[in-house]
């Protein structure tokens, strides 16, 4: 199958219409746990005499912790509705391994896309491009952060034009469903995002997968 950005943004939109209340749900339930982990450290801020303006340490420690956990269940939850939308449930949300690799791979990644943008605009963009399938594929093989990093740059070679014009419709998609309103993003989420893992399943299936570690399932 080759990939093309009509055919990712075709399947999320197929797949989210086989389920269309439960997934409208699951991005319900998702963003109510962001804004729990908020509310959260919220209360941890204001307990230390913290401000929004300048939040305690600590309080941001625990809002980055709970932030990591939730977004590792997100692409958990996609790949498995991705890969078998009829049966997937809420379950699929709760995945909180690997923690370490997927925070040094999501801590590498901001690094090198954050530096990118700082320098020029065009370094950043080339990052992205580089590495925006890096927390996916820790979550999917449980690869290393550098080893994901790698896996990310190799199967989006040769095809970084198409998955410029990808990341471009996803946010038109993204800024619309937010033009709707709440209910439109509840909408725009879950097509975004299985368009995405769409992109990477086939890119992955195109460039062959490389193997995993024979120790990689036992890493914390």
Same mark, same amino acid.
């Given at each position: 199958?080759?990939? /093309?950005?009509?055919?990712?943004?075709?399947? *999320?939109?197929?797949?989210? +219409?086989?389920r269309?209340?439960?997934?409208?749900?699951? #991005?319900?339930v998702?963003? $109510?746990?962001?804004?729990?982990?908020?509310?959260?450290? #919220? &209360? @941890?801020?204001?307990?230390?005499?913290?401000?929004?303006?300048?939040?305690?340490? @600590?309080? /941001?420690?625990?809002?980055?912790?709970? #932030?990591? $956990?939730?977004?590792?269940?997100?692409?958990?939850?996609?790949?498995?509705?991705?890969?078998?939308?009829?049966?997937?449930?809420? #379950?699929? !949300?709760?995945h909180?391994?690997?923690?370490? +690799?997927?925070?040094?791979? /999501?801590?590498?990644?901001?690094?090198? %896309?954050?530096? &990118?943008?700082?320098?020029?605009?065009?370094?950043?963009? %080339?990052?992205?491009?580089?590495?925006?399938?890096?927390?996916?594929?820790? @979550?999917?093989?449980?690869?290393?952060?550098?080893?994901?990093? +790698?896996?990310?740059?190799?199967?989006?070679?040769?095809?970084?034009?198409?998955?410029?014009? !990808?990341?471009?419709?996803?946010?038109?998609? @993204?800024?619309?469903?937010?033009?709707?309103?709440?209910? *439109?993003?509840?909408?725009?989420m879950?097509?975004?995002?299985?368009a995405?893992?769409?992109?990477?399943?086939?890119?992955?299936?195109?460039?062959?997968?490389?193997?995993?570690?024979?120790?990689?399932?036992?890493?914390?």
């Amino acid at each position: 199958m080759e990939f /093309s950005v009509g055919s990712a943004i075709r399947f *999320g939109w197929e797949t989210f +219409k086989k389920r269309p209340w439960f997934f409208v749900g699951a #991005s319900f339930v998702i963003l $109510f746990a962001y804004g729990v982990a908020g509310s959260i450290t #919220s &209360g @941890i801020d204001v307990a230390l005499g913290a401000t929004p303006e300048e939040p305690s340490l @600590i309080g /941001s420690a625990i809002n980055f912790a709970l #932030s990591t $956990f939730i977004s590792m269940g997100v692409i958990a939850f996609y790949l498995a509705a991705h890969d078998d939308p009829e049966t997937v449930d809420l #379950s699929a !949300l709760w995945h909180p391994r690997p923690f370490w +690799k997927f925070l040094g791979a /999501s801590i590498l990644m901001g690094l090198a %896309i954050g530096i &990118g943008f700082v320098l020029l605009v065009v370094p950043g963009i %080339i990052a992205t491009l580089f590495f925006m399938f890096t927390t996916v594929i820790v @979550i999917d093989r449980e690869l290393g952060p550098i080893e994901a990093m +790698k896996e990310s740059m190799r199967i989006g070679r040769g095809v970084r034009w198409p998955l410029l014009g !990808l990341l471009g419709v996803l946010l038109l998609i @993204i800024l619309a469903g937010l033009i709707a309103l709440f209910v *439109g993003l509840l909408v725009a989420m879950p097509v975004t995002t299985l368009a995405f893992v769409h992109a990477y399943r086939v890119l992955s299936s195109r460039a062959g997968a490389t193997p995993i570690p024979a120790d990689a399932r036992l890493a914390p």
